[in-house]
């Protein structure tokens, strides 16, 4: 959220969590400023917040997507909630 402040020039977000037995949903959405329609959505090399962000998700087996266009951005995380594959549950 705080990022969101910092960056996007906009005013106000949105967080939505949603879960279920096999996943958890982050999804924060703002309406700052976004990239324009005939820019690439991320720009490379991508901003190394987004990248620790979606590494240490993928060290978890969970996903980040980005999406970005002129009136905001939608930036939603996703989480396993189960254990990974071929590692112990942990009790």
């Given at each position: 959220m705080n990022n969101v402040y910092?960056?996007?020039?906009?005013?106000?977000?949105s967080l939505k969590l949603q879960y279920d037995p096999d996943q958890l949903r982050i999804e924060i959405r703002d309406?700052?400023?976004g990239t324009p329609q005939n820019q690439p959505r991320i720009v490379a090399p991508r901003a190394s917040v987004f990248a620790g962000i979606e590494e240490r998700l993928?060290?978890?087996?969970?996903?980040?997507?980005?999406?970005s266009s002129e009136i905001g951005a939608t930036d939603t995380a996703t989480l396993?909630?189960?254990p990974l594959q071929g590692q112990p549950a942990q009790s």
């Amino acid at each position: 959220m705080n990022n969101v402040y910092r960056h996007s020039g906009g005013h106000s977000c949105s967080l939505k969590l949603q879960y279920d037995p096999d996943q958890l949903r982050i999804e924060i959405r703002d309406r700052g400023h976004g990239t324009p329609q005939n820019q690439p959505r991320i720009v490379a090399p991508r901003a190394s917040v987004f990248a620790g962000i979606e590494e240490r998700l993928g060290q978890l087996g969970g996903t980040l997507e980005i999406e970005s266009s002129e009136i905001g951005a939608t930036d939603t995380a996703t989480l396993p909630l189960s254990p990974l594959q071929g590692q112990p549950a942990q009790s």
